[in-house]
């Protein structure tokens, strides 16, 4: 079962590095592979050692993605309630898990947070407003990471997305000179 875990973790951190170096404006390819992402990270969390409190919010950004690729799909806006129900399910899992695991305050607040930041990352319409956003949910995923001591997570996971965001911002993002 480690073996599945592990190639479904590198597959999921693969589709969101994937996400992060797609140029312009093609948002639906980029909610594509955030989307696969964020499923086959949840999966691994699910089939791993105890990370219900990960799958669990990677299977609702997964879900949120997946709804936000259908209104890109049909060129309309994403309603405002709706944006609220992203918010609302993040804070409600998050607390949800903070209190049964007995989750310190300043983790649960910090994961909400950077929960928060991941709608706002695959909301946006364009390539480089998604790095911005991604980036600054890395950097709060990776504080998270190391205070909770998840630095198998960090290591393998988020230091390389914010590394890919980055080159993706260098490439892609950066104002040529004249």
């Known amino acids: 079962m480690n073996i599945l875990v592990t190639v ?17 404006r093609n948002m639906k390819t980029i909610l594509f592979f955030v989307f696969f992402g964020n499923v086959l990270a949840a999966t691994s969390y699910l089939l791993g050692d105890g990370g219900i409190n990960g799958a669990a919010s990677c299977y ?26 992203y918010a609302l399910s993040f804070i409600g899992i998050n607390i949800y898990v903070g209190a049964v695991s007995e989750m310190k305050f300043y983790l649960v607040a910090l994961a909400i947070i950077a ?16 790095r911005f956003w991604t980036l600054f949910n890395f950097v709060l995923w990776g504080v998270y990471d190391a205070l909770s001591g998840a630095w198998e997570v960090l290591v393998t996971v988020h ?17 040529k000179a004249d």
């Open 115 to 130: 929960s928060l930041t991941f709608i706002m990352c695959i909301g946006q319409k364009t390539g480089a407003k998604y």
């Open 8 to 24: 479904l973790g590198v597959l999921g951190t693969v589709s969101m590095i994937i996400a992060s170096l797609i140029k312009g």
């Open 60 to 85: 609702i950004g997964g879900v949120q993605t997946l709804i936000n690729y259908l209104f890109d799909s049909k060129n309309k806006p994403l309603p405002k309630w709706l944006v609220v129900v």
């Open 159 to 175: 230091v390389p997305l914010f590394i890919f965001t980055v080159a993706g911002m260098i490439v892609h993002d950066r104002k």
